[in-house]
């Protein structure tokens, strides 16, 4: 044999060989082309190389070198089909197991806060009250001199309230929705008002810049105290318990007159038993509110109060600090999740 037949069957060889073997379309089938092609005793390529010794002398390195070749070519096809084959054959799901224990799952709950929120809304609800909101960066004339703040009250500077420009800040109370309400809705109008309010405080056992309140408000012909007293007192009753005494005092807030503040006997839990805490503050609307507003304060008369719900959350759980609940570790929160 000369070296050139050598050589075109050692091409012939891996030009069947692997076509042989891309062919192979299971485990079985490529066995078959491994011994068919490479079977040290019936192989082809030992065949082949069977041939070798009838060579002339100096053809002999070259042919031993193509063999080789061809062998290391078949090898490296076989073991990539055999990958594929067996990547081709695997399951793309695992199988189920039932015995494997369920993923901890994370139940999320309403914060305190807004449970209570929730609560007085649905009781205000009842008593005819609709939701509304309003912005939390406000105008410095909503947020004051529309509630007949004086221009030089304390509240108005600088350490008191968070100013985003000379005349925009973050409110820092609902009321400011009174008027925006009664700008929108023509009397009778009855609103409740959740929302964020913040002021240049510290955060520390009482304080929180950024908190929650609620306003409500009740404006129409021939609204008077009597109806601020019965609406606020069925309110007390329903939320904390119809046996529940509840008291007026005077307070002072600009934007009423008179200013008063309720007070409900509650039990803090601390063993002290029942004693009066201030719920919320509220008033007859001063009539320079209502004509702020666009009304004639000669016909129409309302009443007003805000609270912090925060404070009633911590009163019903008996929690002294209000960073317990502003600081929002759901370590804390989750004990109060129903
Ligand atoms: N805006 C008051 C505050 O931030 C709370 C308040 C008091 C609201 C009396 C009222 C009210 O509507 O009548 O402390």
């Known amino acids: 044999m000369t070296l050139d037949e050598f050589l075109a069957r050692a091409a012939e060889l891996e030009r069947d060989g692997l076509a042989r073997i891309a062919d192979a379309h299971d485990a079985a089938a490529l066995d078959d082309a491994r011994i068919t092609l490479l079977g040290r005793k019936q192989g082809a ?10 060579l002339p002398p100096e053809a002999r390195r070259d042919a031993g070198a193509a063999s080789n070749r061809v062998k290391g070519a078949l090898e490296q096809a076989l073991d990539a089909r055999l990958a594929a084959l067996r990547a081709a054959a695997a399951p793309s ?12 799952t994370w139940r999320g709950a309403l914060h305190p806060v807004t449970l209570v929120i929730d609560e007085i809304a649905a009781i205000f ?22 509630l007949n703040f004086p221009p030089d009250h304390p509240a108005m500077e600088l350490h008191d309230t968070l100013y ?14 009174q008027v925006r309400a009664l700008q929108a809705i023509a009397p009778p109008v009855r609103i409740l ?6 002021r240049r405080d510290f955060f520390d056992a009482t304080h929180a810049p950024a908190f929650a309140q609620v306003e409500g408000m009740a404006v129409d012909e021939g609204i008077s105290f009597a109806d601020l007293k019965a609406t606020l007192s069925e ?3 329903r939320f904390y318990g119809r046996t529940r005494r509840v008291r007026f005092g005077p307070s002072y807030f600009p934007f009423v007159e008179p200013g008063a503040q309720m007070d409900v006997e509650v039990d803090l839990g601390d063993g002290k038993g029942l004693r009066w805490v201030e719920i919320l503050g509220c008033g007859l609307m001063h009539p320079r509110v209502l004509e702020a507003a666009g009304l004639d304060s000669e016909r129409y008369t309302g009443w007003a109060f805000g609270m912090g719900p925060a404070r009633i959350a911590m009163s019903r ?12 570790d759901v370590r804390v929160l989750a004990q109060f999740a129903p």
Do not use: Q
């Not at 390529?45 to 009838?54: K, N």
């Not at 009842?126 to 529309?146: D, K, R, S």
């Open 193 to 198: 008002a959740p929302g964020t309010v913040y």
């Open 125 to 146: 609800r009842e008593l005819g009250f609709t939701i509304a909101l309003g912005p939390e960066a406000e105008t410095e004339w909503y947020n004051f001199g529309a």
């Open 235 to 237: 309110f007390a009753r």
């Open 93 to 104: 799901w695992r199988p189920l197991d039932p015995t494997m224990p369920a993923r901890a």
């Open 45 to 54: 390529l030992t065949a082949l190389m069977s041939a070798l010794p009838t």
């Open 164 to 177: 985003l420009g000379d005349d925009t800040l973050l409110r820092t109370h609902t009321s400011p929705v």
């Open 317 to 328: 759980h008996g929690i002294n600090d209000i960073r317990l609940l502003y600081d929002s």
